[in-house]
C-alpha cells in the first residue's frame, strides 16, 4: 500500500483527457466502420445478443440510439427496453476507483467499508494494488484466504464470461478456496441425484409438443414460467411462448386442465385463465404427503410402477401411515391444519392426477426454503406412485420455467468458452496448495459463516466441510449483495475482511462494500459469440460490439491480462491471441462440430449475417430411456433406480434430512407458524417480472416503469392493506428483528392475506453503512434468513421468512442504491 500522493496525481494528469470526454467519443469514424454491420443513413445497424433475447441496435454518431428484436423472436420480451439504460446508466463504473480509508489509513479496517467513500486513482495503481495483495494474501497466509469462487448469472458471450476470466486468472497466480452449489437451486441439485439420478434442475425436459399432444392435466406448483421464461441462460429464443398460446388455447376448450398450486395467483396463472389450488406457504411437503396417503388408501397408485422402477417405498409408507417417525397418520385431515388445503380438496385433486395422463411442474421457489430438499424428493415420489415417469406428457420436471426448457432441441453444438482453469502442464506462480486443514470447497451459502466463523466444522451432502479463515475476496460481473441474505450480518461479515475487489460495470452494493473497484465494460462494447437459445440451439448468434467501452471501462479479458503481465504470465493467459482471434478460433471449434449435422459458413459470413440458423429440433421425452429398460439406462443414483428411500442418506444420520422425504416445521412461518404472532406476513422474494434478478435495474427510464415513489413496489392483498391503513402508492416500511427497508405499495387482489412479495434483485441502498441502517429503496434480503436448508444442501432459505409492513412516517430519505461512489480526492 505504498502509493504515494504525487504519483496518483501525476497518473491522473496523463490520463485525465481520456478519462472524461471517453474512448467512444474519440474513435466514432472508426465504430462506424464496424466489421459485420449493415449501414443505413440513419447509422449502422448491428447484430447482438443478451439474456432477454437477440436483437439489432442502431448505433448512429457512436451511441446506441434503437434496439429492436431480432425477426426471429416473434415474442420479445418488454424489457429490450432496458437495455440502452444499461449502457447510459449513471450508475456505470467510470474509473478504477478505491476505497478511501482503505487506502489512507494504510491498514485493513473494514468499520467504514459501505460508506461509498472512494479515490479515482489510475489502471496501473488500482492493477498494481490488486496485484500486491493476491501476493501478500498468499505470502503471509496461503491459498485457504483468498475466496476467488464468488459466481453469478454474468453477461450472455462465450468468450467474455467474467468468471471465466477472473478465475483463470487469478488461479495463474496462486491457488483459492471456492464453491460448490449455486443459489438458484442449491437444495434440488442436491437432493435431486440421491433420488432420479441427475440434478434434474438443469437437465433438458420433456418437449412442449409432447405435452400438448398427450396431457390431460398439468399441474405447475410453485411454477410460473411466463415470467420467468423472458430470460434465459443465454440469448433467449422466447420459443416458449408459442406453446403457452397453444396452452392456453386448449385450457380454454377444455383439452388440458391446468392446476396452478401456489399462495398467489401468478403471471402464468392469469394468462392461462386456469385453476389455482391455494397453500399455506412453505407447507407443500404436508400437502404432498396428503396426496400420498390419498394415493395410497384409495389403492389409486401404480404398484407395477413401483416395483419395477423404484426402491425404498416399503421403507416410506409407515411414516405416511403414522407408523413410525412421529407416530402421525398423515391424512388430509392431518394436512389441512398445515396447509390450508380442504381434505376433499386433496382426495379430489389425487383422484385427478392419476386419472388420465398428468404433467408435474416444479419451479424453484419452493426449494428455497428451510428443509428446502422435502418438497423436490415428495414431488418425486408422487410422480412415482402415479407410474407415468418417462410418457410423453407425464412424469415430473424441475426444469420448465428455465431458459426455454421444452422447446424441442435440435442437438447442435454450441460455442466453446475461454478457459477457466489453468492450462494443463502450468504451475501458478505460488504453487501452494496447502489449505492449513480448512476445507479448498464450501457450500456457496456458507460463505458469510466461513467469514463469521472460521473454523468451524459444518456437514454438508456427506462429508465434513471446515470454513476456512477468508482475508480476501474477489468479485466478477457477480452480485453478492444481491443473491445472499440478511444483508445486517453481511455488514458485520465485511467488517472483518481485509481486502475486497470487485469487477463490475455498474455501482452496485458489492462496489459500495469492496476496497478495490475496477470498471469492467458491458457486454454491448465488445465482440463475441453465443448460442441461440440455451437449451433449443437454435444457432449460432455473433455479438457484434455496439460502441466501444465508455469511459475508462475495458474486457475482462483486457483487465486480467493486464493483470498477469504483472506476475509474467500474459502469454499463458492469451495463448498469444486477441479478442477476434479467440472470437474466430471458437467458431471454427463450433462449425467443425456441427458438420456433419449443421453446416455452417465461413466466420466471415457468419459474422455479416449475424446468425447461423440450425432450424426446428425434435421433441424429447425426458426419462424415456429408463423406462423403456432401466437395466441398459439406469439412472444415476446408487442402485440406479427412483429412491424414495435413500439408504446412503439415512447413513449420514442427519436430524434434518433422513432417509426419505418428511414434513418439519419452519423457524419462521406465517399463517399460524412460528413467530407469526410478531410477525404475520410471509415475504415472497420470487424472480422478478422485469428484470434479470439484479441485472437492468440499473436501468433508470425502464426502472420508472414499475417502481412506486422511486421505490421497488410491494405487492400486499387489499385486505392487509385495509387493515394496516395503506392504500395503493403509500410508502411503506417492511421489517423483521433482521433489517428494515422502505418499498412502494401494490395493492393487488393476486395475493391472498398473510401473503406479500417483493421481486428480488432490486438494489441495495442503507441510509449508511451502520448496523440496522434502514434499506432505501426496497431489497427484500435485507430482512431474510441466513441459515443453510439442512445438512444435506447447506443451501439458501431465502423463502423462509417472516415480517411485518406499516405506512412509512417521517422524513423521507432520498434513494442510496444508484449512482456511483462518492468522489473523494
Known amino acids: 500500500m505504498s502509493l504515494s500522493r504525487r504519483k496518483f496525481l501525476k497518473g491522473l494528469a496523463t490520463t485525465s483527457a481520456v478519462s472524461v470526454?471517453?474512448?467512444?467519443?474519440?474513435?466514432?469514424?472508426?465504430?462506424?466502420?464496424?466489421?459485420?454491420?449493415?449501414?443505413?443513413?440513419?447509422?449502422?445497424?448491428?447484430?447482438?445478443?443478451?439474456?432477454w433475447g437477440a436483437f439489432r441496435a442502431r448505433i448512429y454518431n457512436g451511441k446506441v440510439q434503437e434496439i429492436k428484436a431480432l425477426e426471429l423472436d416473434k415474442y420479445p420480451t418488454d424489457m429490450?427496453?432496458?437495455?440502452?439504460?444499461?449502457?447510459?446508466?449513471?450508475?456505470?463504473?467510470?474509473?478504477?476507483?478505491?476505497?478511501?480509508?482503505?487506502?489512507?489509513?494504510?491498514?485493513?479496517?473494514?468499520e467504514t467499508r459501505g460508506?461509498?467513500?472512494?479515490?479515482?486513482?489510475?489502471?496501473?495503481?488500482?492493477?498494481?494494488?490488486?496485484?500486491?495483495?493476491?501476493?501478500?494474501?498468499?505470502?503471509?497466509?496461503?491459498?485457504?484466504?483468498?475466496?476467488?469462487?464468488?459466481?453469478?448469472?454474468?453477461?450472455?458471450?462465450q468468450f467474455h464470461s467474467c468468471t471465466s476470466h477472473m478465475q483463470r486468472a487469478v488461479g495463474m497466480h496462486g491457488n483459492f478456496m471456492t464453491k460448490v452449489g449455486d443459489y438458484s437451486t442449491g437444495a434440488g441439485q442436491t437432493i435431486l441425484p440421491y433420488v432420479l439420478g441427475s440434478t434434474e434442475v438443469y437437465a433438458q425436459a420433456t418437449s412442449w409438443p409432447e405435452i400438448l399432444s398427450n396431457s390431460k392435466t398439468i399441474v405447475l406448483w410453485g411454477n410460473d414460467p411466463f415470467k420467468n421464461t423472458q430470460v434465459g441462460w443465454q440469448a433467449e429464443t422466447h420459443g416458449s411462448y408459442e406453446y403457452y398460446e397453444q396452452l392456453k388455447e386448449k385450457v380454454a376448450k377444455g383439452e388440458i386442465k391446468v392446476i396452478s398450486i401456489d399462495p398467489v395467483k401468478s403471471k402464468t396463472q392469469n394468462y392461462l385463465n386456469c385453476d389455482q389450488l391455494y397453500v399455506n406457504p412453505q407447507t407443500d411437503v404436508a400437502f404432498m404427503l396428503a396426496l400420498a396417503h390419498t394415493l395410497y388408501k384409495e389403492d389409486l397408485y401404480d404398484k407395477k410402477f413401483l416395483e419395477t422402477y423404484a426402491l425404498g417405498f416399503d421403507d416410506f409408507l409407515p411414516y405416511v401411515l403414522g407408523k413410525s417417525k412421529d407416530n402421525v397418520e398423515k391424512t388430509p385431515e392431518w394436512a389441512e391444519k398445515i396447509c390450508g388445503v380442504k381434505a376433499d380438496q386433496t382426495r379430489e385433486l389425487a383422484r385427478l392426477i392419476v386419472k388420465d395422463r398428468t404433467q408435474i411442474m416444479f419451479g424453484w421457489s419452493i426449494q428455497r426454503q428451510q428443509h428446502g430438499e422435502q418438497p423436490y424428493w415428495m414431488g418425486a415420489v408422487i410422480a412415482a406412485m402415479l407410474g407415468q415417469i418417462g410418457l410423453p406428457g407425464g412424469g415430473v420436471s424441475y426444469s420448465h420455467h428455465y431458459s426455454g426448457v421444452g422447446i424441442p432441441p435440435t442437438g447442435g453444438a454450441g460455442p466453446g468458452g475461454f478457459p477457466r482453469n489453468v492450462d494443463e502442464g502450468q504451475k501458478p506462480k505460488w504453487d501452494n496448495d496447502d489449505f492449513n486443514g480448512y476445507s479448498k470447497t464450501i457450500p456457496v451459502a456458507r460463505w458469510l459463516d466461513a467469514i463469521l466463523e472460521p473454523g468451524k466444522e459444518i456437514k454438508y451432502n456427506g462429508s465434513?466441510?471446515?470454513?476456512?479463515?477468508?482475508?480476501?475476496?474477489?468479485?466478477?460481473?457477480?452480485?453478492?449483495?444481491?443473491?445472499?441474505?440478511?444483508?445486517?450480518?453481511?455488514?458485520?461479515?465485511?467488517?472483518?475482511?481485509?481486502?475486497?475487489?470487485?469487477?463490475?460495470?455498474?455501482?452496485?452494493?458489492?462496489?459500495r462494500f469492496s476496497d478495490i473497484v475496477l470498471p469492467a465494460c458491458t457486454q454491448f462494447e465488445r465482440n463475441d459469440i453465443d448460442l441461440y437459445g440455451a437449451y433449443s440451439a437454435s444457432g449460432i448468434l455473433a455479438m457484434h460490439k455496439l460502441v466501444d467501452p465508455l469511459y475508462q471501462s475495458k474486457t475482462d479479458f483486457d483487465i486480467f491480462t493486464e493483470l498477469t503481465r504483472r506476475f509474467g504470465r500474459q502469454k499463458q493467459y492469451t495463448r498469444g491471441m486477441d479478442e477476434m482471434e479467440w472470437v474466430r478460433m471458437l467458431y471454427a471449434d463450433c462449425k467443425k462440430a456441427n458438420q456433419a449435422n449443421f453446416p455452417m459458413p465461413e466466420f466471415d459470413q457468419f459474422w455479416a449475417d449475424g446468425i447461423v440458423e440450425f432450424g426446428p429440433g425434435k421433441p424429447f421425452i425426458q426419462h424415456a430411456g429408463f423406462r423403456e429398460d432401466p437395466e441398459i439406462n439406469p439412472l444415476g443414483t446408487p442402485s440406479g433406480f427412483i429412491e424414495i428411500f435413500s439408504r446412503k442418506i439415512d447413513r449420514y444420520g442427519y436430524e434434518h434430512c433422513q432417509g426419505h422425504p418428511m414434513w418439519f416445521e419452519k423457524s419462521e412461518r406465517s399463517h399460524g407458524g412460528p413467530h407469526s404472532d410478531k410477525f404475520p406476513l410471509w415475504l415472497q422474494s420470487c424472480h422478478p417480472d422485469q428484470r434479470l434478478h439484479s441485472q437492468m435495474c440499473e436501468s433508470d427510464e425502464y426502472r420508472a416503469t414499475y417502481t412506486v415513489q422511486d421505490r421497488e413496489p410491494v405487492y400486499i392483498s387489499p385486505e392487509d392493506a385495509k387493515a394496516r391503513g395503506i392504500k395503493d402508492g403509500d410508502l411503506v416500511r417492511v421489517f423483521n428483528d433482521r433489517g428494515q427497508l422502505l418499498a412502494g405499495a401494490k395493492v393487488s387482489d393476486n395475493y391472498p392475506t398473510g401473503v406479500i412479495r417483493i421481486h428480488e434483485g432490486a438494489w441495495y441502498g442503507p441510509l449508511n453503512e451502520k448496523i440496522g441502517a434502514i434499506d432505501t429503496y426496497g431489497d427484500p434480503n435485507t430482512v431474510t434468513q441466513d441459515i443453510g436448508s439442512s445438512e444435506l444442501a447447506q443451501a439458501t432459505c431465502a423463502n423462509t421468512v417472516i415480517v411485518e409492513i406499516e405506512k412509512f412516517k417521517g422524513?423521507?430519505?432520498?434513494?442510496?442504491?444508484?449512482?456511483?461512489?462518492?468522489?473523494?480526492s
Open 811 to 824: 422524513e423521507v430519505p432520498p434513494v442510496t442504491s444508484f449512482g456511483g461512489p462518492i468522489f473523494e
Open 464 to 511: 465434513k466441510v471446515i470454513l476456512p479463515d477468508t482475508k480476501m475476496l474477489v468479485v466478477s460481473g457477480c452480485n453478492p449483495w444481491h443473491h445472499h441474505q440478511d444483508r445486517n450480518r453481511m455488514k458485520k461479515a465485511f467488517q472483518k475482511l481485509q481486502t475486497v475487489v470487485t469487477i463490475e460495470f455498474a455501482w452496485t452494493a458489492t462496489c
Open 21 to 51: 470526454i471517453g474512448p467512444s467519443l474519440l474513435v466514432q469514424a472508426a465504430n462506424a466502420a464496424t466489421e459485420g454491420a449493415a449501414t443505413t443513413a440513419d447509422g449502422v445497424w448491428k447484430v447482438s445478443g443478451s439474456h
Open 115 to 157: 460508506n461509498n467513500r472512494f479515490i479515482r486513482v489510475t489502471w496501473d495503481e488500482a492493477l498494481d494494488l490488486f496485484y500486491q495483495e493476491l501476493e501478500r494474501v498468499q505470502k503471509d497466509y496461503g491459498p485457504w484466504a483468498l475466496h476467488a469462487g464468488m459466481t453469478g448469472w454474468r453477461q450472455t458471450g
Open 80 to 110: 429490450l427496453k432496458g437495455i440502452k439504460g444499461i449502457i447510459y446508466s449513471p450508475s456505470r463504473v467510470r474509473y478504477p476507483m478505491v476505497r478511501l480509508d482503505w487506502l489512507k489509513k494504510h491498514k485493513y479496517s473494514g
